[in-house]
């Protein structure tokens, strides 16, 4: 059975400290999303690969945030420092999108970041 | 720009009745249009999309969602509700004619079924 599989499920960081999570997106899988929803911003779209290559990191706070795709099987976002404000679930997506085909992104289960 | 509106926090039924979840949006083009739902502590798990073709799309559990051009809505529906289907309800868009893959979603509708 085909998933997204993101890690770790939950982390506790102090502020400042470097934070990484991983996501492994579902084989043959073309795009790559990361979101990251909290009860006031709702879902919001950090950024989004296809083919590895990054297309829109426009969400991301650049100085502090980073997001890349060593290879097909590995996607990474990485927050240095990190803040208390960063408190979120952290969402990565997968989908085979192109311009025509309008099939759906399959999400993980998150990563719920608590910074303290 | 895309851009969805959900406009209920909060939708409750008793179980058994038709359960409506509404959602409108704004493209330039034309829409991909997708309902998702999300359990507590879980991820979002596609419900259904509509794409092109028949107005009425059907989707898991039941779920059905109505495309309305002229009024840019996308209502979520059942015709007889759960008490399992409480969860948040997201629309989502995407527009066809930017080019942009990413979807926008809405704030969620919080669905509460009472038995």
């Known amino acids: 059975d085909a998933r997204v599989t993101q890690t770790p499920r939950h982390k506790v960081t102090e502020m400042g400290q470097e934070v990484t999570m991983r996501c492994q997106p579902i084989l043959g899988h073309n795009t790559v999303f990361w979101y990251r929803q909290t009860m006031m911003q709702g879902l919001e779209l950090l950024a989004y690969f296809r083919n590895r290559a990054p297309l829109d990191d426009s969400g991301m706070p650049k100085d502090r945030f980073s997001a890349e795709m060593p290879d097909a099987t590995l996607a990474t976002l990485k927050i240095q420092p990190s803040e208390p404000r960063d408190s979120a679930v952290y969402f990565c997506?997968?989908?085979?999108?192109?311009?025509?085909?309008?099939?759906?992104?399959?999400f993980g289960q998150g990563t719920r970041l608590t910074v303290v | 720009a895309q851009s969805v509106a959900q406009p209920e926090d909060q939708v409750n039924v008793a179980e058994g009745n038709p359960l409506t979840v509404k959602c409108t949006y704004s493209v330039s083009g034309n829409p991909y249009l997708f309902w998702y739902v999300q359990y507590p502590n879980r991820g979002l798990q596609f419900l259904l999309k509509y794409i092109t073709g028949d107005n009425l799309v059907k989707g898991s559990y039941g779920f059905e969602a109505e495309f309305n051009k002229s009024q840019t809505s996308f209502h979520l529906k059942k015709p007889s509700a759960l008490v399992s289907d409480s969860a948040l309800y997201f629309c989502a868009v995407r527009d066809t004619d930017t080019g942009r893959r990413a979807l926008t979603f809405g704030s969620g509708t919080r669905l509460q079924v009472q038995p």
């Open positions: 997506a997968s989908g085979l999108i192109n311009d025509r085909v309008g099939t759906e992104a399959f």
